[in-house]
């Protein structure tokens, strides 16, 4: 069974940082391209990046483009999101979910996400 | 504001059916496969449809999905009162190089 589990959450004053972490078990994690996605509370989903299965390409949407970065270590099978000068537009639970092939371009299977709060 | 537009809600009794859409363009619908994702209160995001029109092993075949041209439509038939959820459809964007999510469907099981 596919298992992702995301920490490194919290609450964070506006500029500071973060970096989640989601650990996978489950499946062949090298063979997979990873994903965050976020959702503001009460509102939608939001992609907000996505890595290849060896960590070559990388994706990020327009509004954290330069502020945060996905990386992963397929040795510790954990996908990392980097995030840095913080805003309070930021503030959601983010998921980190699995694509469903070598591709980005698909997602199947999502952990059960961690809340990032951007407040003085 | 999402690029892949969908109706905020939706509504059925129970036993009915109803359908949910989702309109895109050709950069995202109209030149890739559409996915489609329910999410209960509470709780992480489930994939309900793949490709386009395939489902997941579990997901009951009264539901179903569709596309044509840069539109997508998930049915749910027989309609109960666990279907009650938040719908998303998704697609990959070629122009922003990214995924797309739908705003979102409430569906109510009156």
């Known amino acids: 069974e596919v298992q992702l589990l995301e920490s490194g959450g919290g609450s964070v004053q506006p500029g500071g940082s973060l970096r989640l972490s989601c650990a996978a078990a489950?499946?062949?994690?090298?063979?997979?391209?990873m994903t965050w996605v976020r959702q503001t509370p009460g509102k939608g989903l939001e992609w907000v990046s996505a890595?290849?299965?060896?960590?070559?390409?990388?994706h990020y949407a327009d509004s954290v483009r330069g502020r945060f970065t996905i990386s992963r270590d397929n040795s510790k099978i954990t996908l990392y999101l980097q995030m840095n000068s913080l805003k309070a537009e930021d503030t959601a639970v983010y998921y980190c979910a699995k694509a469903s092939s070598w591709s980005v371009r698909n997602v199947d299977v999502w952990g059960q996400g961690t809340a990032v709060t951007v407040s003085s | 504001q999402s690029v892949l537009t969908q109706p905020p809600s939706a509504s059925g009794t129970p036993g009915q059916r109803v359908t949910i859409s989702c309109s895109g363009s050709?950069?995202?619908?109209?030149?890739?496969?559409v996915n489609w994702y329910q999410q209960l209160p509470g709780t992480a995001p489930k994939l309900l449809i793949y490709s386009d029109n395939k489902r997941p092993s579990g997901v009951p075949d009264r539901v179903s999905g569709s596309k044509s041209g840069t539109s997508a439509s998930l049915a749910i038939s027989g309609l109960q009162s666990e279907d009650e959820a938040d719908y998303y459809c998704?697609?990959?964007?070629?122009?922003?190089?990214?995924?797309?999510f739908g705003g979102g469907t409430k569906l109510t099981v009156l």
């Open positions: 489950g499946f062949t994690f090298s063979d997979y391209a």
């Open positions: 050709s950069s995202n619908i109209g030149s890739n496969t």
């Open positions: 998704a697609a990959w964007d070629d122009s922003l190089d990214g995924l797309l």
């Open positions: 890595i290849s299965g060896a960590g070559e390409r990388t």
